[in-house]
């Protein structure tokens, strides 16, 4: 029987045994909560490591710490527990792995059944793509066969699948705006005005005559976004075409006639571009302008037309600052408007700053006023900048690439005037300003060439190309150099008749020089029949200009009847316009018809100064005449032979016949002694030769 001792010990080492149970198994089934089914070998060895420990505390504490090994019962107690301890961690671990397995099991189940699902849905997509793709491909041949029936609205559904694709056409169809215009055509072709005009829009740059047929079908078809682009075609011929402004402006009118804001602003451009635009051309630009707004591009445009003034429309610089905001607001980088606000600010020192601003920003935006504007401050240092040859140089070479053929000239003239000029550069610049319009452009290099100056070889054959390209663009000047190259032949062959009709031309222009060549041609017979009632109409209209060489042609006329009446007393009066213009012809004419008195009283001693000035200029005619006075010591003239022998020796030298055989005559007639003076032995200017074209200007 145990003594009280052990009974004890055995009594607390089974109620230890009772706790460590329950805690074992509140901790196994805390366990048994974790979703982990892992790390329970770790989890249960320092689970037996814990409950030794507290085994052997209570222990120490009950029996003191030699308990332990007085007691022999304990220790295999102590290793039943770690054993039920170590079998109710593997029972939880198995369950745990059951479990485990049990989830892996459906999660598997799950996916393979999703992937089921999957591929159900893909081979119901697939048979459904392909169920629409059948759909499509009959649609789509359907369309095509529609379009080529000559359905214009299904050739426009063609065009724009082809043009910029879709999922509907047939795997390996080509598309892109090559292949689609065909189609654009047939539907145009059949009326769709969309599609017209969409094919001439891109016709524009390979065949800008059929662009222009195709716009212009759009537009009378109703496409109003059409009118402007074929309007400006038409003005300008598409680059192939001669300019039709009539088919431009009926163009026009379809927009007119529907309101069409675009309209209103391509009409009121080309007014204001017109050349021949009058004061109600201008006047209905404005109208249209305004009638157009709010708009950018209408006010933009009539803040120009209002800055600048024209006729029929009077500078209105408030409004047109107001507008040039109004369409800055709306679209900030628009050329014409910063244009006006840089124009119109720039004399304001405190704007100065943002007016140049702006003139740079209109200029790198188009404006051709902007550039010219910048040009001119930088080449003569005003606006507050800095005098810049590159900087003037940059803003005309700007202009000149937008085809500013004023621009393309001053670059010309800017490297002719250099001090080592580059012929070949202000060549390219001449040109690029004649293939711009510019025919000054082209007078001034054919000038050059036909001088050789500024660097300029002489070139005959240049010269006279460019100088019938200005002609031919209507340049006055040019067409009188042209008459004298043909005259000449200079660089071409020689044309009396082509020199005639040039010079005559010239003179319709009402350039004084031509018209009094062309009067002096037609009396002579050069280049047309002789016809001295012409040369007496075309002299007077060019003496009637202030031409002193046509005004002493007229004294002679009109002192011998050619080609009109005789009339002295108004052959006086041209023959005094023309001396006091200070001609050497004037001046011996006037001089001797004061001496003869023919038109009014005689003064022989007003006559003499005249005959005078005309032999300082070189006059053989005036020499002659002097020669017989001082032979004769009359007209207060003293009598001085070795002074008359002189000068009648000059004059024997001139290549005039009529004067130089008078001269010889009156060379042998020197008498000894002086003698009185015979007044019929003095002539009027006598009758041109054909020779005395060779003394006339030539441009």
Known sequence: MPDGGSLRSRRLLAVCLGLALAATAGSVSAASRDSDPYGWQDYTRQLRQEESRRIDRMLDNTYGPNARSTSPDLRPLANSLNNLFTSLAEAKRQRAEEKDAQARFLIELYRQRQQQAEEQARIAAEEHRQAQLARWALEWSELKESAQRGDGQSAAHVARFVRYGSPRLPKGTP?????????????????????????????????????????????????????????????????????????????????????????????????????SATEVSFRQAAKWLTDAG????????????????????????????????????????????????????????????????????????????????????????????????????????????????????????????????EVGRAERWYVQASDDG???????????????????????????????????????????????????????????SGAARWMKLAAEKGLASAQHTFGLMALEGVGQPKDAVLAFTWESRAAGQGDAEAAAQMAYLLATGTGCPQEFTQAREWARRS???????????????????????????????????????????AALELGILHRQGSAGAEANPELARSLLEEAARSKDPTISDSARSELARLPTKPGGVSLDGLRIAPKPATSRLDKLRIP
């Not at 679209?331 to 006006?340: D, F, I, L, N, T």
């Not at 070479?397 to 000029?421: C, Q, V, Y």
């Not at 663009?473 to 032949?489: I, T, V």
Request: glycine share 10%; aromatic share 6%; with cysteine.
């Open 579 to 621: 001396a006091e213009a200070g001609h050497p012809a004037g001046e011996v004419t006037y001089g001797l018809m004061l001496l003869r008195g023919d038109g009014g009283p005689a003064d022989g001693a007003g006559a003499v100064p005249w005959l005078r000035k005309a032999h300082r200029q070189g006059n053989a005619q």
């Open 175 to 275: 598309v892109g705006e090559k292949e689609a215009l065909p189609w654009l055509r047939l539907a145009a072709d059949h009326g769709h005005a969309a599609s017209a005009f969409d094919f001439g829009i891109l016709m524009r740059a390979s065949d800008p005559r059929e662009a222009l047929r195709y716009l212009t079908k759009a537009a009378e078809g109703g496409h109003l976004d059409a009118v402007p682009y074929a309007a400006d075609m038409a003005l300008d011929g598409a680059g192939v075409v001669a300019p039709d402004r009539a088919e431009a402006l009926r163009i026009l009118k379809i927009g007119l006639a529907r309101g069409h804001r675009a309209s209103y602003v391509t009409a009121a451009r080309f007014a204001c571009m017109d050349p």
């Open 294 to 421: 709010p708009d950018p591009a209408a006010d933009g445009l009539l803040a120009q037309l209002l800055f600048h003034g024209r006729p029929g429309v009077p500078v209105d610089l408030p409004r047109a600052v107001q507008l040039a905001e109004r369409c800055l607001a709306a679209s900030p980088k628009h050329a014409g408007a910063r244009e006006v606000l840089g124009l119109a600010w720039l004399p304001d020192s405190s704007r100065r700053s943002r007016a140049l601003d702006h003139l740079r920003g209109a200029a790198e935006e188009g404006s051709l006023a902007a550039c010219r504007r910048l040009a001119l401050a930088y080449r003569t240092g005003a606006d507050g900048v800095a005098v810049s040859d590159a900087e003037t140089r940059r803003w005309l070479e700007l202009a000149a690439r937008r085809g500013d053929a004023e621009s393309s000239l001053m670059l010309a003239r800017l490297e002719r005037e250099r001090t080592a000029p």
């Open 438 to 496: 510019s025919a000054e452009a082209a007078f001034e290099i054919a000038l050059l060439w036909d001088r050789g100056r500024h660097g300029f070889p002489k070139s005959p054959e240049a010269a006279h190309h460019h100088a019938t390209r200005a002609a031919l663009a209507g340049h006055s000047e040019a067409m009188e150099l042209c008459a004298w190259q043909l005259l000449r032949g200079r660089g071409c062959e020689a044309d009396p």
